[in-house]
């Protein structure tokens, strides 16, 4: 069973599409997170929520919207696909998160990305 | 200063040498330090936690410097397979429920045999 899963693995799409990305964790987790790897390899965060609720909302266009039915669910909404959407978008999970949790409660699991092309 | 600094390489070391990466983090209030690897066109993944007093774990040797904020990876008798490019990870220390982890840009290493 994959802990992080996410979907789909591969998009490839046209510029002002709407596209979504699904990502589901069975670890039971209550912290889930979006980032972004562009085609530097720099691997940014967009997203965070816990228990369903936002936590961490990164400097990101609002054409980016993500959506938590559950805690073990979160999703990227993309609208209007630009050119510069084009990255590897990853899903991730953590126990929990804060500075006062132990240190093994912070390590985030990786879905395997999804790579969005937009043409 | 950025957030998560490392040297990006490639370091290109032959097979069963040692090497070592450094890594800096501007944030005095981190608290959580980590080691990630990644594979070309994988996901990262934990390759250790790092400890105040330092951690082994085989052949990979964990540091941490709080004074000078920096975070050091050794590896010994290095392995083909241990070429990837390696993450320095520091939770963000903004406390509150906003802290989240920063990934330095990644050190790429290429083993040689």
């Known amino acids: 069973d994959t802990a992080v899963s996410q979907t789909p693995k591969y998009l490839v799409t046209q510029m002002g599409n709407d596209k979504s990305i699904k990502c589901e964790q069975n670890?039971?987790?209550?912290?889930m997170y979006w980032y972004k790897q562009d085609s530097k390899k720099f691997l940014k965060i967009m997203f965070s929520?816990?228990?369903?609720?936002?936590?961490i909302n990164e400097t990101v266009p609002n054409r980016f919207s993500p959506k938590s039915p559950d805690k073990a669910h979160l999703n990227l909404h993309i609208n209007s696909l630009e050119l510069g959407d084009s990255a590897v978008y990853f899903c991730?999970?953590?126990?929990?998160?804060?500075?006062?949790?132990?240190?093994?409660?912070?390590?985030?699991?990786f879905g395997a990305g999804t790579r969005l092309s937009v043409l | 200063r950025k957030e998560v600094e490392q040297d990006p390489g490639p370091f290109n070391v032959p097979e069963g040498a040692t090497v070592a990466f450094n890594c800096t983090y501007s944030?005095?209030?981190?608290?959580?330090f980590f080691w990630y690897r990644q594979d070309c066109r994988k996901e990262p993944k934990l390759l250790m936690s790092?400890?105040?007093s330092g951690n082994e774990d085989g052949r990979f040797t964990a540091q941490l410097n709080r004074a000078s904020q920096y975070i050091s990876l050794l590896i010994r008798d290095s392995k083909l397979s241990d070429s990837a490019t390696y993450l320095c990870?520091?939770?963000?220390?903004?406390?509150?429920?906003?802290?989240?982890?920063?990934f330095g840009k990644g050190t790429h290493l290429i083993i040689q045999p």
């Open positions: 991730a999970s953590s126990q929990v998160v804060g500075l006062a949790a132990p240190l093994a409660k912070n390590i985030q699991y």
């Open positions: 670890l039971g987790h209550d912290t």
């Open positions: 929520y816990n228990n369903k609720e936002l936590i």
């Open positions: 944030n005095s209030a981190s608290q959580s």
């Open positions: 790092v400890y105040s």
């Open positions: 990870v520091v939770n963000n220390g903004k406390g509150g429920g906003a802290d989240g982890l920063t």
